[in-house]
């Protein structure tokens, strides 16, 4: 994320309404709304621009060995999606995380620095988000006729969670 024509600026952070003030840089008027326990949004948080090269950082990565690829679940068809996964690898068939692919046996490809530097603003701003260092990044990719249905994703262990 670059921050070098970023500016800071005090963003209120809800916890129910406003309560607390954090200091952000960033080029745009962030809002900051909880809307249930666990699930914040952050409106205008990442700069238009840094979310381009977001975007381009993916399309780079994923070109490349373990990049994006159609999975599927089991015999079933495929999904309607392209998906990549960053710093281990997930598998829609046995939904477990290991450090290979089981389809193609690549490995995933390190999560880029600067994705960590968005996790760590985000702790940063809204104080409700646990320290956490992300070890896995699941990027999806919809072509004009993709799309993902209606799905929760149960499949973190406890000791994952915590």
Same mark, same amino acid.
């Not at 090269?53 to 392209?82: A, S």
């Given at each position: 994320?670059? !921050? ?8 209120? %952070?809800?916890?129910?309404?406003? /309560?607390?003030?954090?200091? @952000?840089?960033? #080029? ?10 666990? @699930? ?10 840094? !979310?381009?090269? %977001? ?7 994923? +070109? ?5 690829? !159609?999975? =599927? ?26 450090? #290979? ?13 600067? $994705? ?5 603003? @985000? +702790?940063?701003?809204? #104080?409700? %988000?646990? !320290?956490? #260092?992300?070890?896995?990044?699941? %990027?999806? $990719? ?16 406890? /000791?994952?969670? =915590?």
């Amino acid at each position: 994320m670059s !921050q070098s024509s970023a500016q800071p600026f005090d963003i209120c %952070v809800e916890g129910g309404r406003a /309560t607390k003030k954090t200091r @952000v840089t960033s #080029t745009s008027i962030v809002s900051t709304h909880r809307l249930k326990p666990g @699930v914040i949004l952050l409106k205008w948080f990442i700069a238009p621009k840094d !979310q381009v090269e %977001v975007v381009r950082t993916c399309r780079r990565l994923g +070109i490349c060995p373990g990049g994006f690829y !159609q999975p =599927n679940f089991g015999n079933g068809p495929k999904m309607r999606l392209w998906m990549m996964c960053l710093g281990k690898n997930w598998d829609p068939r046995s939904r477990l995380y290991g450090s #290979t692919r089981p389809i193609d046996g690549a490995q995933a490809p390190a999560i880029p620095r600067e $994705f960590t530097h968005i996790v760590q603003a @985000v +702790i940063s701003a809204a #104080t409700e %988000v646990p !320290q956490i #260092t992300p070890d896995i990044c699941i %990027v999806n $990719f919809y072509d004009s006729t993709g799309r993902l249905g209606l799905h929760q994703d149960k499949d973190e262990s406890k /000791t994952s969670i =915590n």
